[in-house]
């Protein structure tokens, strides 16, 4: 009887200290680290694979963070695609139908990606473009402002910050590697896609706010990709529709554009992008684009600059690149590879892009030795995460992780200290607050209307919450004031209503919503115009409202700052350079004189201001 309760309390045991064990392991550990039994995993892997499966590896496709039943369709071909191409890596978004983006549930996302881990046979590495932290995606996390926001407020103990909180939401809900940051530098103030995604247009500045950026991503345990390399700020075209142009001579690029790129790689950044650009300085010849230039990927970048980590294209389903490919689709993906990228990112067509990698391959075209180089670095850099070991995340922590009162705190700080006044004429700030009149009853509270404050938000799409936020804090403190929305589509009809309503207020705000946006494109009088300036319509509209007041309206650019510079009867200026609630809140402290316009242009306004500008202590 004793011998069988000893060998109970012995299996007891045992199972108890192998479960212990197994639940030290079971989740992904921090931080990133490659040692030496991660190195051998690698290795050994490396040879078990098959060149179908070297060539799976190399491929990072989407999927979207939202809840899928096991048994669904959508489910099973994602899970069946994956399987089916041996894909290794996915970067993870959201629904977006333009102008909508459906941000999703943390809980849902990660569910999502710990499935996908489990039903694969190698363990995944997962990217998101979190530019804007993981409120880029998902919701209750920490909001931050735009990068340029960051830039205005000259803080490297910010974007360090901004590195790690980003880090440690981003690996709470399954994400390792962040899209971010970018270390363009945005000289061209036509840009229509880089804009405020850049810190500014300095590039002693800009690569201090990456390193610092990357310093804090690797303290939270996150891989960092530095982009658009070899420099996508000084273009006037979106590469999402069309292939853009880096001009200017090598001694140009030497000073402005590669620092920044210098300085991540010095900084230890994991991962390069490389954009769809032209750089006639740097590869003349008729196809030179970036992605798919060996003068520019594997002399320049890897050799010349000495970067050791992965390189990655820019997405491969871009319209600047895929209209060179369009009677070869596959072709795209191997001339990339060749070119010296390591990751190729959202082909176009995975069957064809897969098929080609293969066939070259076995053909000669790509030596196998090539493809041993790179898989090798994403086998490492998944060992580095510990996915060797434990590919899971522990869903009940996200809770505690994610959108931290501290942490949503300091994000609105950044907000606070990047907005910056550029111009004053001493008549219009700071607005007053107003109360309400009293009711004797609950629900009958009345505001009086007395004409003081008109508000003119201009957005895209009235149908968007751009300008909700704004307009609720406005009215937090003037109940009565009269907020109107004008998208391109009504700005012509309401122009006179508007106008009305203006010259009758005591003071005007307009409130100016205005973001580079993938692929969004304008179509004026005089043809496609640069996606971040105001379509004719509202453009119009704001003409004729500081044509009737600008001596008492103030306009608030909430995101693109370069905005004044088509209207130089501006006489109060106010930039935030971001349209994310904390950058509305602040703007709104802002006007009413509750904080200080501590901020300083981080770029040049053609005809309005210098970098630097700014009214500190307003």
């Known amino acids: 009887m004793f011998d069988l309760m000893l060998r109970r309390v012995l299996i007891f045991a045992v199972l108890f200290f192998s479960v212990a064990a197994l639940g030290k392991t079971r989740y992904q550990p921090l931080?990133?680290?490659?040692?030496?039994?991660?190195?051998?995993?690698?290795?050994?892997?490396?040879?078990?694979?098959?060149?179908?499966?070297?060539?799976?590896?190399?491929?990072?496709?989407?999927?979207?963070?939202?809840?899928?039943?096991?048994?669904?369709?959508?489910?099973?071909?994602?899970?069946?695609?994956?399987?089916?191409?041996?894909?290794?890596?996915?970067?993870?978004?959201?629904?977006?139908?333009?102008?909508?983006?459906?941000?999703?549930?943390?809980?849902?996302?990660?569910?999502?990606?710990?499935?996908?881990?489990?039903?694969?046979?190698?363990?995944?590495l997962v990217a998101a473009d979190f530019e804007l932290g993981v409120s880029n995606r998902l919701n209750g996390t920490t909001n931050f402002p735009n990068a340029m926001a960051l830039g205005a407020t000259g803080n490297l103990q910010y974007a360090e910050a901004f590195g790690r909180i980003t880090a440690q939401e981003a690996r709470a809900v399954g994400v390792h590697w962040n899209f971010f940051p970018v270390a363009d530098v945005n000289s061209n103030p036509a840009n229509p896609i880089i804009n405020t995604r850049s810190f500014g247009e300095d590039p002693q500045q800009v690569g201090e706010m990456?390193?610092?950026?990357?310093?804090?991503?690797?303290?939270?345990?996150?891989?960092?990709?530095?982009?658009?390399?070899?420099?996508?700020?000084?273009?006037?075209?979106?590469?999402h529709l069309g292939l853009a142009q880096v001009t200017g001579d090598w001694s140009r690029l030497e000073t402005v554009e590669l620092p920044p790129f210098r300085k991540a790689i010095q900084a230890g950044v994991d991962s390069i992008m490389v954009a769809h650009v032209t750089v006639p300085a740097?590869?003349?010849?008729?196809?030179?684009?970036?992605?798919?230039?060996?003068?520019?990927?594997?002399?320049?970048?890897?050799?010349?600059?000495?970067f050791p980590g992965i390189v990655i294209t820019d997405a491969l389903d871009m319209g600047a690149l895929t209209r060179l490919y369009s009677t070869n689709i596959g072709q795209e993906a191997v001339d990339a590879f060749k070119a010296g990228n390591d990751m190729l990112l959202i082909p176009p067509d995975l069957d064809a892009a897969?098929?080609?990698?293969?066939?070259?391959?076995?053909?000669?075209?790509?030596?196998?030795?090539?493809?041993?180089?790179?898989?090798?670095?994403?086998?490492?850099?998944?060992?580095a995460l510990g996915l060797h070991k434990a590919r899971l995340i522990d869903l009940p922590t996200i809770a505690g992780a994610l959108?931290?009162?501290?942490?949503?705190?300091?994000?609105?700080?950044?907000?606070?200290?990047?907005?910056?006044?550029?111009?004053?004429?001493?008549?219009?700030?700071?607005?007053?607050?107003?109360?309400?009149?009293?009711?004797?009853?609950?629900?009958?509270?009345m505001a009086e209307v007395r004409n003081r404050l008109t508000v003119v938000i201009f957005t895209d799409d009235v149908r968007l919450d751009t300008g909700r936020t704004l307009e609720r804090q406005i009215k937090a403190?003037?109940?009565?004031?009269?907020?109107?929305?004008?998208?391109?589509?009504?700005?012509?009809?309401?122009?006179?209503g508007v106008l009305v309503d203006v010259k009758a207020a005591a003071k005007v705000v307009a409130a100016i919503y205005s973001s580079p946006t993938?692929?969004?494109?304008?179509?004026?009088?005089?043809?496609?115009?640069?996606?971040v300036s105001m379509a004719d319509e509202s453009a119009s509209l704001l003409q004729q409202i500081l044509g009737a007041a600008a001596a008492k309206t103030v306009v608030v650019a909430l995101g693109n700052p370069y905005i004044a510079k088509d209207f130089p009867e501006v006489q109060n200026y106010l930039c935030t350079f971001s349209s994310v609630p904390v950058s509305?809140?602040?703007?709104?402290?802002?006007?009413?004189?509750?904080?200080?316009?501590?901020?300083?242009l981080p770029i040049t306004i053609p005809g309005v201001a210098v970098r630097g500008a700014g009214s500190p202590g307003q």
């Open 31 to 124: 931080p990133v680290r490659l040692d030496h039994d991660g190195e051998k995993w690698a290795d050994k892997t490396l040879h078990k694979l098959s060149i179908e499966e070297k060539v799976g590896q190399l491929f990072m496709i989407w999927t979207r963070a939202e809840f899928l039943n096991t048994a669904s369709p959508d489910y099973a071909r994602l899970r069946d695609t994956m399987n089916q191409y041996h894909v290794g890596s996915f970067a993870m978004t959201v629904r977006y139908e333009p102008p909508f983006l459906y941000k999703n549930q943390p809980y849902e996302a990660a569910e999502l990606l710990n499935r996908l881990q489990q039903d694969s046979k190698l363990p995944l």
């Open 354 to 383: 897969y098929r080609a990698m293969v066939a070259a391959v076995r053909s000669g075209e790509i030596p196998e030795s090539r493809l041993d180089e790179s898989v090798l670095k994403i086998l490492k850099i998944k060992a």
């Open 584 to 600: 509305e809140i602040s703007a709104v402290k802002a006007l009413f004189g509750e904080i200080n316009s501590r901020g300083h």
């Open 477 to 496: 403190r003037v109940p009565d004031a009269n907020v109107i929305y004008a998208d391109p589509r009504l700005a012509s009809a309401i122009s006179g």
């Open 518 to 531: 993938a692929g969004k494109m304008l179509r004026t009088n005089t043809g496609v115009q640069n996606s």
């Open 282 to 306: 740097l590869d003349p010849s008729p196809r030179g684009v970036a992605t798919i230039s060996p003068v520019i990927v594997s002399q320049l970048l890897k050799h010349e600059l000495h």
């Open 403 to 445: 959108g931290r009162p501290e942490n949503v705190a300091l994000g609105q700080q950044m907000a606070d200290d990047a907005v910056t006044l550029v111009r004053q004429n001493g008549a219009v700030l700071p607005l007053t607050k107003a109360g309400t009149t009293p009711a004797g009853l609950p629900y009958q509270t």
């Open 210 to 239: 990456v390193s610092a950026y990357i310093r804090g991503a690797h303290s939270g345990g996150m891989l960092v990709t530095a982009k658009h390399f070899p420099g996508h700020g000084n273009t006037a075209t979106d590469s």
